[in-house]
C-alpha cells in the first residue's frame, strides 16, 4: 500500500468547511480591504495585520477553554527553544528602548539647553556693529499683551590671554547679569552663584535640608553680578601688574566657560580643573570696534582690558563652555565703541548724537501665550520704531532680524531629529529579526507537533482553537520579552552614566566624547509615550511572527496528522 503524503494535510480544498482555515486562505479579499484603507507602506500593512491577529489571541484566550492556556504554559516551560524568541524579543525591544531613549533625550537636552540660553524671541543684529534704538523697542515690546520681559545683550568676537599661561579666539557676550535672569536660564549654569549650592541641595537627604539649600540657591540666582570674589588686597599683589596705571582691584570680573579654564570631566567621571588660583588670575581681552557702514577695521579701535574670573559657567553645551566668555554689558558696549557718541555728519557738518547700540534682544513671552503670535507683536514693534527713525532720516542701517528661539537653532534641531529617525529606523529593521526568529521556531514547533495537533482535533478542538494555542503562544512570548526588555532597558538607561564611568575607569575608554556630542552628559530619561508605543509593536511583532504557523496549524486536517511520522 502506498504510504501517503504527509503535505497533504496542509491542503486547501478538504478545509474549505472550516471557518478560520477558509478565512486563513483568502488572500485577495484581506489585500483588497487593506488598499481600500490606503495605508502608506508595507511596515504599516505588517503592523496592522499583527494588531488584528493580536486581538484575536487575547480573545481566543479570553473565551477559549482553559486547556488553551493549559497548553500554551505546558509549551513555555518544556519547549526550551521557544525560550531563544522570547530573548530574541527582550534583547531587540531593549536595544530599540536604549537608542530611542538616548537620541531623544539628545534632543530634548540640545532644545532645553538652547531654550534655556536665549529668550523665547530674539531679535538679532546681522552686522557686528548692531543697531540702535533697542531701549525704546524693549520699553514698547514690554507694552505688548504677550511679553512678560526684554533685556539686551551684545556678542562679538575676541582673544583672550589667560595669566600669560593661554590664549584662544573665543566669542565674547555681554550681559546685564542682574536682568538676564528674566528671559533665560543662565543664571543657572554659574557655579559659584548656583550650581554649589543646588548641588548640595540635590546631595542633601534631608527634606528639610534639601528645601533650605534650594531656597539659598534660588538666593543667590536673584542676586547675581560680577563681583570679585576675593578682598580687593589679594589682587594688588600680583607682580605683573605693577605696571598697570590702575589699581587691580578695579579690574571688572568676567565669567569665562569653564572648559575655556580647564575645567571639564574626567573619564572616571569626577570634575577637575576649578582651582583656587583662577580666580587671581588676570585674563587680558582684546576686542575691536566694528562701526555701522564701514567694510573694514581700524587698529585704532582695538581695545585691551584686564579682567579678573569672578565665576565660570558650565551649561552642558560643549560649544558654549569652550567658546564663550561673559562680561558686563556696559563695559563690552563701552570698549565696541556702541554706546551713544557725538559725529560730525560729513554732508552738512553738523554734530548728531549717535544712539547706543546693541547686538540682540532677548524676549520672555508669558506663559501659555502663543509663541508666533508674541513673535508678530516684536516684529510689529521693530517695524514701528524703524519707520519712525526712518521718516525723520535717521535708521539708516540694516534692520535686525526676530527668530523664535526654535529658529534660530533649526539646523542643529533638525539635525538631530532627522539622526533620531534614521537610528530608530535602522536599529528597527535589525530588529526584524526577532520576528523571523519566531516563525522559525514556531514552525518549528507547529510540524514537530503535528500528531499531537491531530489528537486536540480529533478530540473537538475547532480550527480557530488551534490557531489561538500558537497565537496565544506568540502573545506570552511577545508579553514577557517585552517587559523584560523594558526593564532591562529602564536599567541601563537609568545608570547609563554610571555604566559609562565605571567603563572609562576599567579600560580606560570614553565613548562618550562631549566634544562630539556636545553635551558632557549622556541623557539618562526615557519617554514614555515612546514606550507606549515601542512595547506594543513588539508585542505585535511577536504575534505577527506566530500568525503563519499557527494558521498552518489550524488547516491541518485530523486524519492526515495523526498519520504523520
Known sequence: MERPNPHEGTRRVPLQQDQWSREGTRRVPVQRKIERMHLPDPFTDIVLIGAIATCVAVYLLVTGPKVLTVLILKYLRRRRIAWVSLAAVMLCTMMVLVVISVMGGWLDM???????????????????????????????????????????????FGIINIGNLASAGVQVMGLPINQIGKVNRFPESLYSQYQQFSDDAKAAKDPAEKAKLMQEADAHKAHLSFKLPLPADAYRHDPALQKVNADPATFPGMIPGSAIIGIHRQSNGETTGRDPFLYLTPVKLTTIAIHPGEMGVNERDKNETIYWIADDSHTGLWQYDNNFVYVPFDELQRDLQMTAQESVDLRTNLTRIEPARTSEIHVRVKPNYDLNKAKQEVVDVVNSVLA?????????????????????????????????????????????????????????????????????????????????????????????????????????????????????????????????????????????????????IAIVSSVFGALYPAMRAAKMHPVESLRWE
Not at 540660553?117 to 520699553?139: A, W
Not at 529579526?433 to 473537538?460: N, P, R
Not at 541623557?523 to 508605543?533: E, Y
Request: charged share 15%.
Open 110 to 156: 540640545f532644545e532645553h539647553s538652547f531654550q534655556g540660553l536665549t529668550g523665547d524671541i530674539v531679535v538679532e543684529s546681522q552686522t557686528l556693529s548692531g543697531f540702535p534704538y533697542y531701549q525704546e523697542m524693549m520699553d514698547r515690546m514690554q507694552r505688548q499683551p504677550g511679553i512678560e520681559a526684554a533685556v539686551p545683550t551684545i556678542h562679538t
Open 388 to 536: 519712525e527713525h526712518r521718516a525723520n532720516g535717521e535708521a539708516t542701517f540694516r534692520p535686525p532680524d526676530v527668530q523664535t528661539w526654535r529658529e534660530k537653532q533649526h539646523i542643529w534641531i533638525d539635525a538631530i531629529s532627522n539622526e533620531k529617525l534614521l537610528t530608530v529606523f535602522l536599529f528597527g529593521i535589525i530588529s526584524l529579526v526577532a520576528v523571523f526568529l519566531v516563525f522559525c521556531i514556531f514552525y518549528m514547533i507547529v510540524m514537530e507537533k503535528t500528531k499531537d495537533i491531530g489528537i486536540i482535533k480529533s478530540v473537538g478542538a475547532t480550527s480557530s482553537g488551534v490557531a489561538g494555542i500558537f497565537l496565544g503562544y506568540g502573545l506570552v512570548i511577545g508579553l514577557v520579552g517585552s517587559l523584560m526588555g523594558l526593564l532591562c532597558s529602564f536599567l541601563i538607561v537609568h545608570y547609563i552614566n554610571e555604566l559609562h564611568t565605571e567603563l572609562g575607569r576599567l579600560f580606560g575608554i570614553q565613548i562618550w566624547n562631549p566634544e562630539v556630542y556636545v553635551f558632557d552628559k549622556i541623557p539618562n530619561t526615557m519617554n514614555w509615550r515612546d514606550i507606549a508605543i515601542i512595547v506594543p
